[in-house]
């Protein structure tokens, strides 16, 4: 049986818990990220809460009920740290759908994990990396399907970490308040609740005439998600994520490491003009290796900065290799995803003159090549002994 690997990620008190990653003196206190006159609280942290402080809360009303309360202006780079700790997700799979600003998905299945236990292993990992380098505690649901994940991540916040096995899902979600489900609010709780439905369990042993008049026309929906039941995929591409990427399968398998890295630069030369011609730079480099009987690995590491220079990532590949070809086997496919997408234009003025340079020169050989009559080779293609054998088995096609 597969493992349950989807997980669903949610950072606890996010705007509080950036701001006490530059200020921990403040933690353990009651501390709100929010406006203060007329404003309202975005954020609070766990010491708030316990003193009455909920999100959102007019600002006023919070302060007096918890008059000690610590409160933050809404001004801490919530974007930037959100990307960095998605970034970090996208080290570990390259399946991530950033939901929101603080909250998504990953889909551990490409990570090739035996089991369960793995599973559990790789995601305490980045629960813990996460905190390592962000100092932003996060909560983790490990399901088999995103709906059972997503209630998981929010059952023992903050820190929570909560696994629910394959085949377990509708004895998992029956004796949970019934308000845990995404979809009903507070008022569907109190309707449901004066019909005798309290627990999510209350509703899978009710016929289907009742069940209509609880959930009305879609209450065969409803049922399969009191069961725990979802098919919905997690989905990179939705929200702010975005991704390049390019897979080679090889003619014969290979096993040589200067040409596993000179493929992988080639890829790498052949999506970062993808990337220039559409405006944008990506921080984060993945590669995934897989084995004649299908097995494979896939690690990813960041840049500091976004860029869209391939420069930037060549000095990645060769710790990449080292850290996903553990199996030193020959190889029957690599793939290389570039994500970590950002506008190209908001950060010019943080690259030096040489950077400058550099994008004038990668401009001319993105033309040139699109011109279609020039073979132009990238600096590294002639470096690489024996480069020229290897092409046609895994570097890319060129005019
Ligand atoms: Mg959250």
Redesign the pocket.
């Known amino acids: 049986m597969k493992p349950a690997a989807i997980v669903h990620l ?5 705007f509080v818990s950036v701001e006490l990653a530059l200020r921990p003196e403040l933690r353990g206190k009651k501390v709100a990220v929010g406006g203060r006159s007329r404003g309202i609280i975005s954020s609070a942290s766990y010491e708030a809460r316990a003193a009455g402080v909920y999100t959102p809360m007019p600002t006023q009303r919070a302060l007096r009920a918890c008059p000690d309360l610590i409160l933050l202006p809404h001004e801490g780079d919530y974007a930037g740290v959100s990307r960095r700790m998605f970034d970090l997700c996208e080290e570990v799979t390259p399946l991530v759908q950033r939901n929101s600003i ?2 998504g998905y990953l889909d551990l299945g490409p990570c090739g994990l035996a089991d369960d236990a793995a599973v559990e292993a790789r995601t305490r990992q980045l629960q813990r990396r996460i905190w390592d380098v962000l100092q932003i505690p996060v909560s983790m649901g490990i399901a088999a399907n995103r709906l059972v994940a997503q209630v998981a991540s929010k059952l023992r916040k903050p820190r929570g970490f909560v696994v629910v096995p394959r085949g377990g899902e509708a004895a998992f979600m029956a004796p949970l308040d019934i308000g845990v489900l995404p979809g009903i609010g507070q008022k569907t709780q109190e309707r449901l609740a004066n019909r005798g439905v309290h627990r999510i369990g209350d509703v899978v042993d009710r016929g289907e005439a009742e069940l209509a008049s609880l959930f009305g026309r879609d209450w065969r929906e409803w049922l399969a998600r009191c069961r725990g039941e979802d098919d919905r995929p997690v989905n990179p591409e939705r929200g702010e994520a975005k991704s390049y990427s390019q897979q080679e399968t090889f003619g014969e398998d290979i096993r040589d490491v200067a040409a596993i890295e000179a493929i992988a630069k080639g890829m790498v030369d052949s999506l970062l003009p993808k990337v220039r011609a559409d405006g944008k730079r990506v921080r984060t480099l993945t590669l995934l290796v897989r084995y004649p009987d299908f097995t494979q690995e896939s690690v990813g590491r960041s840049l500091p900065e976004a860029s869209d220079l391939e420069t930037a990532f060549y000095a990645l590949i060769p710790k990449l290799v080292k850290q996903a070809w553990t199996q030193r086997r020959p190889l029957r496919l690599i793939s290389i995803k570039v994500s970590g997408v950002e506008d190209g234009a908001r950060q010019l003025d943080i690259f030096g003159e040489t950077d400058e340079r550099r994008r004038r020169l990668a401009g001319y050989l993105d033309r040139l090549n699109a011109a279609g009559g020039a073979n132009v080779l990238h600096g590294h293609q002639l470096e690489a002994p024996g480069a020229g054998r290897r092409r046609g088995i895994g570097s890319p096609r060129r005019p």
């Open positions: 949610d950072a606890d008190a996010f603080d909250e």
